[in-house]
């Protein structure tokens, strides 16, 4: 029973590169989401997908990219990481209706140097 | 932009003692829900009361929401230890796919 998977848990980067954050969610959930957090804004959302193929963006989209070709994955890439994209980056996943809570995953540290 | 503000933003109490929370939001929501984060690690997700209802109780914990007020409260009775994390509430707005705003946050210390 694994859940919600984030790889890597830590990662350092330089600036420029580009850099893809894993997720895996073993239960078919529909709904998927990546989320950053950082001190004084809390936790932000940045892209989510409804299902395989549907993504939209949330209110921190700008310099990351979102894939779901399979339901249960949904990788964030940064194409060219910036310092300001130095954060604790968490997926979530919801099986249906927004009518439910989140289960979330245990976080990837990302340090762009 | 944040949707939900909490107060206090640190809280510290003895084992015992209960803990209450509070969350003001701006605009109308479908639901609203809190979530724990222990240090390090993701958020779970602890309850969620929908717009029509005024209280809610899971275990030690009692949700109220008043949606005159755009504001809600989390009340963790006979706290433990166990309870320190940060308790964070999240607002739902199902026009927009249900995606969840979170406020900031209170850290809650409950010292044994």
């Known amino acids: 029973d694994a859940g919600i998977t984030q790889s890597p848990r830590y990662k350092i980067t330089e600036t420029g590169r580009q850099v893809t954050l894993m997720c895996h969610q073993t239960w078919s959930h529909s709904y998927m989401f990546w989320y950053r957090q950082d001190l004084g804004h809390g936790l932000r959302l940045i892209y989510y997908s409804a299902a395989a193929d549907i993504t939209d963006k949330g209110e921190v989209p700008d310099g990351y990219v979102v894939s779901r070709s399979k339901t249960e994955n949904f990788p964030l890439t940064l194409e060219s990481a910036t310092r300001s994209q130095t954060s604790v980056y968490f997926c979530?996943?919801?099986?249906?209706?927004?009518?439910?809570?989140?289960?979330f995953g245990p976080g990837t540290r990302l340090t762009v140097t | 932009s944040q949707q939900g503000e909490e107060d206090p933003q640190a809280l510290s109490i003895q084992e015992g003692e209960n803990a209450t929370m509070n969350c003001s939001y701006k605009?109308?929501?479908?639901?609203l829900q809190w979530y724990r984060q222990n240090s390090g690690r993701g958020l779970v997700h602890l309850i969620l009361?929908?717009?029509?209802?005024r209280e809610k109780h899971s275990g030690r914990l009692r949700v109220t929401l008043d949606t005159s007020k755009k504001s809600s409260s989390l009340l963790i009775t006979a706290s433990r230890a166990a309870d320190t994390a940060s308790y964070f509430c999240?607002?739902?707005?199902?026009?927009?796919?249900?995606?969840?705003?979170f406020g900031q946050g209170t850290e809650l210390s409950v010292k044994p």
């Open positions: 999240a607002t739902a707005i199902y026009n927009q796919g249900g995606k969840l705003i």
């Open positions: 979530a996943s919801r099986l249906g209706p927004p009518s439910t809570g989140q289960y």
């Open positions: 009361i929908r717009s029509n209802e």
């Open positions: 605009t109308s929501i479908n639901n």
